[in-house]
């Protein structure tokens, strides 16, 4: 009897206790719910919309795959964005924010810190990683998690605290990531195990402000606020060590004639890209620089299109130069010429990051603002807007319609296949198409110098493409008025209004005389009807 006793005694208290941590639980989930009212209030919202993005990047995956929104197969529709500590991931087709990378500013918590202790000052998108450095002297991994498990998340891998400033410039591809800090120093790590590649101290005599990294040909090349841009070939690797010999090949900068600087950068460089041995970069002072390492001077042509105004980012192909700069313009460049093609007037602020690919071109600006432009083909209509997907082994009609959510039958219409046992491994099919895409581009392409807003990033689950999106019916009828009005003007000429007025008078008279012939004809018709009739009575 006393153990039964003692027994219950021990089970009253548990439960007393068990009554208290769920009434605190109960108070702290109701203070949470207090605080996310707050948080996500009308307030509280008008704040964070005025609050400007300090980085942004589009995922570097969309460029390599040429479909910048990211429809394409394997194609990445997030983006990520900073301001302060935090960071966050949007999808940039709805503007919706997905997941965050908070930081870690107070850190009244034991262990390692769990996000940035200070402002993130560059970020860098690519696959399923992100990278962010930061002002508090370290770089952040975060892991994207996909949003067909368990939804969207975005938590931190690693954190390296390897660096003696701040971390101001990073860029990664599939093996390397390299990043510049506020020492004149350059880090190169490897994207699996972040071990340490490349240490090159001083490699500037000022900030390293842009980067460039082909681990294809073991090159790395840097841009910095001494008006130079460097190139580091990197050595082989070693069985005994993770590091590897760095050799400067070239250090591209102004020349120098007495006490002027001709022929380069006279002001810090902002950004730089690479493709094979051709180099684009632009600096604050608006200028942009082509270099070909090939050529026995390196320097191949000067654009200043950006008036001093600092050139924020840039992308080049084989025949255009595409640059954003500090007061919202996008600024077309013909690449073989060096001549200004045209100018985009769409953003009040400034161009974060922008991608283009054969037909379509989207930027950012600092105001969360995304746009999204078409590049006009040679019969002035716009690319329509497709999503495909290649056929891979052990996929059917049948799984591509519940992962696209779609049908069968649309799948068949849209790719003109009559029989479903009639497709092969690695067939490119058409699993989505934009119904509204072909009017609503077109017009679009009508003026190229604005675009339409595509959309804007939010802190709150909404869409903003629905609020912001022309009605199908208004579209074409707009389109089909502009292309009536414009072949009217091509095929006919034009008249004066003397020369209206007789034509008009002369088509009455046509038209008067048709009538009396046409009632001249029916009263003879009728006549010989009467007279049949008659005939036929007697």
Same mark, same amino acid.
């Given at each position: ?79 990520? +964005? ?352 934009? +119904?509204? +895409? ?42 089909? +008025? ?33 009538? #009396? ?18 005939? #036929?009575?007697?």
């Amino acid at each position: 009897m006393g153990s039964v006793k003692a027994g219950q005694e021990q089970i009253g208290k548990d439960i007393a206790n068990a009554k208290i941590r769920i009434s605190n639980a109960e108070d702290e989930i109701k203070g949470l719910e207090e605080e996310l009212a707050v948080e996500t209030g009308p307030l509280m919202r008008k704040v964070l919309s005025k609050e400007k993005l300090r980085c942004f990047r589009f995922n570097a995956t969309n460029e390599a795959l040429k479909n910048v929104v990211g429809t394409a197969s394997h194609g990445i529709t997030t983006c990520f +964005a900073s301001a302060g500590v935090n960071g966050f991931l949007f999808d940039f087709l709805s503007g919706a924010c997905l997941a965050q990378a908070v930081g870690d500013p107070d850190k009244n918590h034991l262990g390692e810190p769990t996000g940035h202790q200070a402002q993130i000052l560059c970020v860098y998108y690519i696959g399923h990683r992100i990278y962010t450095g930061s002002a508090d002297a370290s770089l952040g991994v975060w892991g994207v998690k996909d949003e067909t498990i368990g939804g969207f998340s975005c938590s931190l891998t690693r954190m390296l605290m390897d660096f003696d400033a701040a971390v101001v410039s990073v860029v990664a591809d599939t093996q390397w990531v390299a990043c510049g800090c506020s020492d004149c120093d350059v880090f190169v790590f490897d994207v699996e195990s972040f071990a340490t590649i490349a240490h090159v101290i001083s490699a500037h005599d000022r900030t390293v402000t842009t980067l460039s990294i082909q681990s294809s040909n073991s090159t790395v090349t840097t841009g910095a606020a001494d008006n130079k841009i460097k190139v580091w070939e990197l050595g082989k690797a070693s069985q005994y060590t993770t590091r590897r010999n760095v050799k400067l090949l070239w250090c591209l900068e102004a020349e120098r004639r007495g006490d002027e600087f001709l022929n380069g950068h006279l002001a810090p460089v902002s950004c730089v890209r690479r493709v094979a041995n051709e180099i684009v970069s632009g600096d604050t002072s608006g200028r942009i620089v082509i270099w070909n390492l090939d050529s026995d001077n390196k320097l191949l042509r000067i654009c200043d299109v950006h008036q001093d105004v600092a050139v924020t980012c840039l992308q080049f192909d084989a025949t255009r130069i595409v640059s954003g700069a500090s007061n919202g313009q996008i600024c077309v460049v013909d690449f073989a010429t060096g001549n200004l093609i045209q100018t985009m007037h769409g953003h009040q602020d400034s161009v974060l990051d922008l991608q283009f690919d054969r037909t379509r071109l989207i930027s950012m600006s600092a105001g969360g603002k995304v746009q999204l432009w078409f590049w006009q083909t040679q019969d002035g209509i716009g690319a329509d807007r497709k999503k495909y997907h290649i056929l891979g082994v052990g996929e059917t009609l049948r799984s591509l319609s519940l992962i696209y959510r779609t049908s069968i039958q649309k799948l068949l219409q849209w790719n003109s296949i009559p029989d479903s046992t009639k497709i092969y491994l690695g067939q490119k099919l058409i699993v989505e198409v934009d +119904a509204n +895409a072909s009017a609503a581009d077109e017009l679009k392409t009508l003026d190229l110098s604005s675009s339409v807003q595509f959309g804007k990033v939010s802190y709150e689950n909404l869409d903003f493409v629905a609020s912001n999106q022309t009605k199908s019916k208004d579209v074409e009828a707009q389109w089909a +008025a502009q292309r009536l009005a414009m072949l009217a003007k091509e095929y006919f000429p034009s008249l004066d209004d003397k020369d209206f007025n007789d034509a008009k008078e002369k088509t009455s008279e046509v038209a008067k005389e048709e009538e #009396e012939s046409d009632s001249e004809d029916d009263m003879v018709i009728d006549s010989i009807a009467e007279d049949g009739d008659d005939a #036929e009575g007697e």
